[in-house]
C-alpha cells in the first residue's frame, strides 16, 4: 500500500482557487493509476477526478468539469488538482487515493488524513 500525503487546502473566498497537492516517496507511485475524492459533512465521499498512471489520461466529475485539473508529476512522485473559480459546495474534506482504473475508479488502500478545503460565500 502506497503512503500518500495530501496538503494545499485552506479557508478561501468563492470564486478564488487553490491546489492541492498529494505526495508519495514510494517509487511505486509511477505506476499508479490516482484519483481525488471529497466528502462533505454528512455526505458520501464522491469521486472527484482522476488520472492515468502516465497522465495522458484525465477524467473529472461533472460538477467540477471545467473548473478543477488533475495533473501529475511523476519525477516528482506528486499529483494535483487546481481548483479554480471554487464555490461553497466545494467544501470538504478532500482525498488522494490510488485507484484501480480512471474508469472504474476503485480506490485502492486505506484513505489518508485528507485536506480540509472551506469556501466562504
Known amino acids: 500500500q502506497v503512503q500518500l500525503v495530501e496538503s494545499g487546502g485552506g479557508l478561501v473566498q468563492a470564486g478564488t482557487s487553490l491546489r492541492l497537492s498529494c505526495s508519495s516517496s514510494?517509487?511505486?507511485?509511477?505506476?499508479?493509476?490516482m484519483g481525488w475524492f471529497r466528502q462533505a459533512p454528512g455526505l458520501e465521499r464522491e469521486f472527484v477526478a482522476a488520472?492515468?498512471?502516465?497522465?495522458?489520461?484525465?477524467y473529472t466529475a461533472d460538477s467540477v468539469k471545467g473548473r478543477f485539473t488533475i495533473s501529475r508529476d511523476n519525477t516528482k512522485k506528486t499529483m494535483y488538482l487546481q481548483m479554480n473559480n471554487l464555490k461553497p459546495e466545494d467544501t470538504a474534506v478532500y482525498y488522494c487515493?490510488?485507484?484501480?482504473?480512471?474508469?472504474?475508479?476503485?480506490?485502492?488502500?486505506?484513505w489518508g488524513q485528507g485536506t480540509q478545503v472551506t469556501i466562504s460565500s
Open positions: 487515493a490510488a485507484i484501480s482504473d480512471p474508469l472504474e475508479r476503485r480506490p485502492l488502500g486505506s
Open positions: 514510494e517509487y511505486t507511485f509511477i505506476n499508479l493509476h
Open positions: 488520472i492515468s498512471r502516465t497522465g495522458v489520461g484525465t
